[in-house]
């Protein structure tokens, strides 16, 4: 009887631990921009359990097939891949790629993992997003930050300019500050310029909106661009929009889960009242 008992006790230690978890997949977040060309934080073999790594590029935007090549930043072969950029479906959702931070979480828990961003204010308020992790915000470890993939930002230690062969000049903005018009994207490399347009279109090139994001199942056009793949991915439902809601239902701290749990051990195990 005793041995029963604690079964069940497990049983409920078990499903408030996975709900626990379940509570950093949604929340709220800050959002911005940024662009360079080093090897992607997430391409390393050591930030997650994945059926398929995150895709590297080098210099001629030719994939890097060793995983543990170095960064293109620290002199290495490995540099970003061009087509890991946003792009638009409608005039209300887009799909893209994302430096993350989530608090209550680390780097191998959102490595490749997508998730739903909803803006909630500016002129983009109501629009959407499916975005991949691919990086990591390290300048951040306070608040939740999701750092959209576009070209056009600040080219950090001028290492775009150098793998593109310092042809065009300053062509992610002046002064490390991004470009600031549209028209500018035209002296970009032509492979980004598309990317870089959608700032000014899709985005409307706000600054820092804040969003609501909650994990989901990565969609196929996400993956076969990244080629990153999380072995946890097929857990989360393929619906963004009810994804969400059934997780935040059974929160650790919900009265409904220990309600739930309560109810469960009682009429499973009814022998429990022999010990009272």
């Known amino acids: 009887m005793v041995a029963t008992l604690l079964s069940s006790l497990l049983l409920g230690i078990n499903f408030l631990t996975t709900s626990t978890s379940a509570a950093i997949l949604s929340g709220e977040s800050f959002t911005s921009m940024y662009y360079d060309c080093c090897k992607p934080a997430c391409a390393w073999p050591t930030q997650g359990k994945f059926i398929s790594g995150l895709k590297t590029c080098d210099v001629n935007d030719q994939y890097v097939l060793d995983d543990t090549a170095g960064n293109y930043c620290g002199g290495g072969p490995a540099s970003s891949c061009i087509e890991q950029t946003p792009w638009a479906v409608n005039d209300s959702f887009s799909f893209g790629y994302a430096s993350i931070f989530i608090r209550g979480a680390?780097?191998?828990?959102?490595?490749?993992?997508?998730?739903?961003?909803?803006?909630?204010?500016?002129?983009?308020?109501?629009?959407?997003?499916?975005?991949?992790?691919?990086?990591?915000?390290?300048?951040?470890?306070?608040?939740?930050?999701?750092?959209?993939?576009?070209?056009?930002?600040?080219?950090?230690?001028?290492?775009?300019?150098?793998?593109?062969?310092?042809?065009?000049?300053?062509?992610?903005?002046?002064?490390?500050?991004?470009?600031?018009?549209?028209?500018?994207?035209?002296?970009?490399?032509?492979?980004?310029?598309?990317?870089?347009?959608?700032?000014?279109?899709?985005?409307?090139?706000?600054?820092?909106?804040?969003?609501?994001?909650?994990?989901?199942?990565?969609?196929?056009?996400?993956?076969?661009?990244?080629?990153?793949?999380?072995?946890?991915?097929?857990?989360?439902?393929?619906?963004?929009s009810t994804a969400a809601p059934l997780l935040q239902t059974y929160a650790a701290t919900s009265p409904l889960l220990v309600f739930t749990i309560a109810v469960l051990l009682f009429l499973s195990f009814p022998q429990v009242l022999d010990l009272f």
């Open 106 to 240: 680390d780097s191998t828990e959102w490595c490749c993992s997508c998730y739903e961003l909803e803006f909630v204010d500016s002129d983009i308020k109501g629009k959407k997003m499916i975005v991949q992790g691919i990086n990591v915000n390290y300048n951040e470890d306070q608040i939740n930050w999701f750092s959209l993939t576009v070209p056009g930002q600040a080219d950090w230690r001028s290492q775009c300019q150098e793998r593109f062969g310092g042809t065009f000049g300053e062509f992610f903005g002046a002064n490390s500050t991004g470009l600031t018009n549209v028209t500018q994207c035209d002296n970009v490399p032509v492979s980004l310029q598309a990317a870089c347009k959608w700032r000014y279109t899709w985005y409307q090139n706000v600054k820092g909106p804040n969003a609501t994001f909650s994990r989901v199942q990565c969609p196929a056009e996400l993956t076969k661009v990244s080629g990153c793949l999380r072995e946890d991915d097929r857990i989360f439902n393929s619906t963004p």
